[in-house]
């Protein structure tokens, strides 16, 4: 199983970015994005489960959507109003179902800088 990242960039603050996520195979319960912004540590950004229960961070509410098509296996995440804050690595992340295993892609950075 492999994922693939696109969509990051630099961006000033107010704007907006998308982020898509494929997977190469698989059935997933559960699809979704973190970020590593530089000296912090990986933080949970969004996910969404394949019945559609979503999950946001309390610092991306209102300003992120999270949307998924899990028999395309692709979940993008919609990021608006960004900050210089939201500046970071985003990687997506996947949940298989039948083994359980969480799977990481390989990240994209966005850069939020005027």
């Known amino acids: 199983v492999q994922l693939q990242a696109s969509g990051g960039g630099l961006v000033q603050p107010g704007g907006s970015l998308e982020l898509s996520c494929a997977a190469s195979t698989g059935i997933f319960t559960l699809m979704g994005w973190h970020r590593q912004a530089p000296g912090k540590q990986r933080e949970m950004v969004a996910s969404?489960?394949?019945?559609?229960?979503?999950n946001y961070a309390d610092s991306v509410k209102g300003r992120f959507s999270i949307s998924g098509d899990f028999a395309k296996k692709m979940v993008i995440l919609q990021m608006n109003s960004l900050n210089i804050e939201d500046t970071a690595v985003y990687y997506c992340n996947a949940n298989l179902k039948i083994t359980r295993r969480e799977y990481w892609g390989q990240g994209t950075e966005v850069t939020v800088s005027s």
């Open positions: 969404i489960t394949s019945d559609g229960s979503t």
